[in-house]
């Protein structure tokens, strides 16, 4: 199989003259609302005998977010492209139109062939965000950027780079070591993401449970401090998760129950223990419940949850975060068949709480449950669930923002505050007691769905009836990895969302 681009990441000194170095593109911010040209500009205008200056005057480049525009050098310009990204409104600015713009030139970079990128996109913000920052930003979105999924793609007729190298470059040394910090914090992360991405993209018959399981333990291997225990089906039984057992019985596939444990010896001593529990259906074909058949495909990314779960547990220790962090992943694929659980089945879940199964498309919660049970048993401090759960958060709030429900208002505030740093939004909804209300069956404890309306709410207060008195939250990320279409940012297919946010909250647990 084709690895997928990889990206170098580094930073450059150069010398006053910052429209000079060699490169193959040089990629230059700009405001919207900025008056005349900034000094960059400027200089690369001159050499060009007017040419930023007639591109804009025609008004073919508005510098709206999410735009670009190609300037190609000349023998007088060290860049044989100059590319300008729009940045919006400067007033509008935060570090996610840093990240976005640096996606934004790693995306054409691959498009157009170069291979070697120079972000000096940084300069136009001033002293606006610290250097370190927008060295994270700018890492972060060349790797989001940069990616697509093609690793089964044989025949393509222009071929791709294997490599893109991105660098920051900037004339300043103390602002070069500030930028370089951030940018090995950005890669980390970055990397991270676009290692989730290609998990999730990979179809159900290459990515099955035991595969997944297999993935994780060997991502374990290469991470310092961080260990893995995987329970196959036997194992499952002898601990009675009869919730990941009862939605991977209609399928050949076994279903596994993954736990990694990052523990960075003597580091994390007073911190909080955080587990974050993921759903991994590897494909959610709705069981005997079954979907109908238009963009069903799209199930295979139903392990979104579980990997942004195994991308985060890679992000952390390799920043070496000091903290305990369990990555706890039931996986399973829902299929229809002579041994699938059925409708009205009623199951014993890991909690020792009972289910009657009123809909076997309603699996997400049934494997879930069983996760956020272990997760209590190992007397975690914060639990945060992630999960493709319901199309119903996906009518609720559209394709932008996860859904996020809790049941402890610090919680939820620092995960609003993770998703503004991090650029990956979530919106606040409710799951208090009467959504729960609705989910209690007649003939067991609980019922796996409640009444046509607030399907998210409903699904969410489920899962809270699992965590006991712990401190929770959930994503609903549903809208945030299915469906998803290319945009001027980044190709179509999984996005890894969950992995920036999750990694984002863990650190700023830290920053106090
Ligand atoms: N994985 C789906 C949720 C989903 C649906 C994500 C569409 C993205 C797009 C989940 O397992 C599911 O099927 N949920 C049902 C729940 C219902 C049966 C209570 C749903 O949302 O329809
Ligand atoms: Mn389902
Ligand atoms: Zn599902």
Redesign the pocket.
Known sequence: MKEIIDVGLKTRKVGPDIAGPKTDMLVVGRFSDGKGLNKLEKELNSRLDGAIDRLIKLSDFKAKEGTSAVVYGSDRTGAKRILLVGLGEKKKATLDTVRKAAAIAAKRGVELKAKTVSLALHNVFGGRFDAAAMGRAMGEGAYFGSYRYDEFVTESENGRLDRLKVEVIDSDSAKIRKLTKGLSCGTAIGRSQSYARTLANRPANVINPPALAAEARKLARGLKNVSCTIFDEKQLKAKGMGGVLAVGAGSKSEPRFIALKYSPAGKAVGKPTVALVGKA?TF?S?GI?I?PAPNMD??KL?KSGGIAVLGTIKAIAELGLPLNVYGIVPSAE?MPGGSSYRPGDIITTYSGKTVEVL?T????RMILCDGLAYAVKQKCDVIIDIA?????C?VALGKYMAGLMGNDDKLIKQLQKAAEDSGEKVWPMPSGDEYAKEMKSKIADLK???SKWG?ACT?AAFLGQFVGDTVWAHLDI??MD??TKATEYTAEGSTGFGVRLLTTYLMNLLEK
């Open positions: 259906i959610d709705g419940s979907k799209q199930m139903d829902n809909n498309d309603a699996e997400g493709t759960l319901t199309g119903a996906m796996n769905t409640g399907g699904a549903a809208g299915i469906f």
